[in-house]
């Protein structure tokens, strides 16, 4: 109760010092991250004050009630959900000092170079090569299925560093300048009509060994902190209320167009909402658990639940809108800075929520996270594990 007083006593110096009203968005959020009010989970000086992440909702609840301006999470969800806490945990003090605050302001969007055109489920198989130069590395080798690379202005990066060790263990983490003449962005339009996925080639792009996360070869482990925090963020990243959400969209439909239902709809409109709701409960439980540590496998398994029902209820709504369930609005090809599940018609969720069980993680490959890690089943059987990636077949 003391902390939670002196956070609103922080929240009210903070208004007091920066009327929301006349003071500009991003000088208030400048503002707001100096006074340790952004995250208050991490250390003081970086946007936090070292106080439990379950008091966040304090702070959340204080600003909002008095109309004060967010950071547009869902722009910058990557920078915020992913490298954010990667740099927190790996990066040096002259790092977090440079990144931490224009990342959380939104100044700088932030994109995610890790899956590759033959190197997707299998990740550590990358080919994209980073080979020393002085003080720099220099990176050749494409990815793909980039969001938001069209507006990052840095991309977190893992690329083979020594082709002479296991695949695992070739890997450096970096943090790449979206900007250098070296990188080209190209959009990938998908079956929305909208291009929000992109694949990027990197030339000769240079990237000091100042913007290296970790130790050299130790890429791997550093990514599996990003990895982790994607599928908790995914899954579970923000709370919603009771039939929040997609399922919230269909239950209004169900009860706005009573002659669109059928017994055989009712019994999975029920079903599903049953689910939801035990995986928004779950997703509860897990920010909890978040709050007292780092994310574990259990991210995976909500990520997991969360693309089925995903699928499952767009694909229901398109059902109980029959004809109307066919029409789709726009499908002009555009480069979208967010993806809005909720603007859109059903056409478009039904087709954007194929997407759910690809990217942050196939749903195949969470499946064998869950197998293993938390129900303790024996591994898959890995016969390229301990030989060099430079004489795995390709």
Same mark, same amino acid.
């Given at each position: 109760?003391?902390?939670?007083?002196?956070?609103?006593?922080?929240v009210?110096?903070?208004?007091?010092?920066?009327?929301?009203?006349?003071?500009?968005?991003?000088?208030?959020?400048?503002?707001?991250?100096?006074?340790?009010?952004?995250?208050?989970?991490?250390?003081?000086?970086? #946007?936090?004050?070292?106080?439990?992440?379950?008091?966040?909702? +304090?702070?959340?609840?204080?600003l909002?009630?008095?109309?004060?301006?967010?950071?547009?999470?869902?722009?910058?969800?990557?920078?915020?959900?992913?490298?954010?806490?990667?740099?927190?945990?790996?990066?040096?003090?002259?790092?977090?000092?440079?990144?931490l605050?224009?990342?959380?302001?939104?100044?700088?969007?932030?994109?995610?170079?890790?899956?590759?055109?033959?190197?997707?489920?299998?990740?550590?198989?990358?080919?994209?090569?980073?080979?020393?130069d002085?003080?720099?590395?220099?990176?050749?080798?494409?990815?793909?299925?980039?969001?938001?690379?069209?507006?990052?202005?840095?991309?977190?990066?893992?690329?083979?560093?020594?082709?002479?060790?296991?695949?695992?263990g070739?890997?450096?983490?970096?943090?790449?300048?979206?900007?250098?003449?070296?990188?080209?962005?190209?959009?990938?339009?998908?079956?929305?009509?909208?291009?929000?996925?992109?694949?990027?080639?990197?030339?000769?792009?240079?990237?000091?060994?100042?913007?290296?996360? #970790?130790?050299?070869?130790?890429?791997?482990?550093?990514?599996?902190?990003?990895?982790?925090?994607?599928?908790?963020?995914?899954?579970?990243?923000?709370? +919603?209320?009771?039939? #929040?959400?997609?399922?919230?969209?269909?239950a209004?439909?169900?009860?706005?167009?009573?002659?669109?239902?059928?017994?055989?709809?009712?019994?999975?409109?029920?079903?599903?909402?049953?689910?939801?709701?035990?995986?928004?409960?779950?997703?509860?439980?897990?920010?909890?658990?978040?709050?007292? #540590?780092?994310?574990?496998?259990?991210?995976?398994?909500?990520?997991?639940?969360?693309?089925?029902?995903?699928?499952?209820?767009?694909?229901?709504?398109?059902?109980?809108?029959?004809?109307?369930?066919?029409?789709?609005?726009?499908?002009?090809?555009v480069?979208?800075?967010?993806?809005?599940?909720?603007?859109?018609?059903?056409?478009?969720?039904?087709?954007?929520?194929?997407?759910?069980?690809?990217?942050?993680?196939?749903?195949?490959?969470?499946?064998?996270? +869950?197998?293993?890690? +938390?129900?303790?089943?024996?591994?898959?059987?890995?016969t390229?594990?301990?030989?060099?990636?430079?004489?795995?077949?390709?």
């Amino acid at each position: 109760m003391a902390a939670e007083k002196g956070l609103r006593e922080r929240v009210r110096e903070l208004l007091a010092e920066h009327d929301p009203g006349a003071t500009e968005p991003l000088d208030f959020l400048r503002a707001r991250f100096d006074a340790g009010l952004a995250w208050v989970h991490f250390p003081e000086g970086l #946007g936090g004050l070292g106080l439990p992440r379950t008091e966040q909702a +304090v702070v959340d609840a204080e600003l909002a009630a008095a109309g004060a301006p967010d950071n547009d999470p869902r722009r910058i969800g990557i920078g915020l959900g992913m490298a954010a806490p990667t740099i927190l945990r790996y990066g040096t003090e002259e790092q977090k000092s440079r990144f931490l605050r224009p990342l959380w302001t939104g100044e700088e969007v932030w994109c995610q170079l890790f899956s590759e055109p033959g190197a997707g489920s299998d990740l550590a198989g990358l080919r994209t090569r980073a080979v020393r130069d002085g003080d720099d590395w220099v990176v050749d080798g494409q990815k793909v299925w980039t969001s938001s690379a069209h507006n990052a202005r840095w991309a977190i990066l893992i690329a083979r560093t020594d082709p002479d060790v296991p695949k695992h263990g070739g890997i450096t983490y970096f943090v790449c300048d979206m900007t250098d003449p070296g990188v080209e962005v190209r959009p990938l339009r998908q079956i929305t009509g909208e291009a929000e996925f992109n694949e990027v080639f990197l030339s000769g792009v240079r990237i000091p060994d100042a913007h290296r996360l #970790g130790d050299v070869g130790d890429g791997w482990r550093v990514a599996q902190t990003t990895l982790m925090n994607e599928r908790v963020a995914i899954g579970s990243g923000q709370a +919603v209320p009771r039939e #929040g959400g997609m399922i919230g969209t269909v239950a209004a439909t169900w009860r706005e167009r009573p002659e669109l239902r059928t017994p055989e709809l009712h019994d999975r409109l029920m079903r599903l909402w049953v689910e939801a709701e035990v995986a928004r409960l779950t997703g509860e439980r897990v920010r909890q658990q978040l709050a007292h #540590g780092a994310p574990g496998p259990e991210g995976s398994g909500l990520k997991l639940a969360f693309a089925r029902l995903n699928q499952q209820i767009s694909g229901l709504e398109v059902e109980l809108l029959g004809e109307d369930g066919l029409r789709y609005g726009d499908w002009t090809m555009v480069r979208p800075q967010i993806v809005d599940f909720y603007g859109r018609d059903a056409g478009y969720r039904y087709l954007r929520a194929k997407g759910n069980s690809i990217e942050g993680g196939t749903s195949e490959i969470l499946r064998n996270i +869950v197998a293993e890690r +938390v129900l303790g089943l024996p591994s898959e059987p890995r016969t390229d594990k301990d030989a060099a990636w430079k004489d795995l077949p390709r």
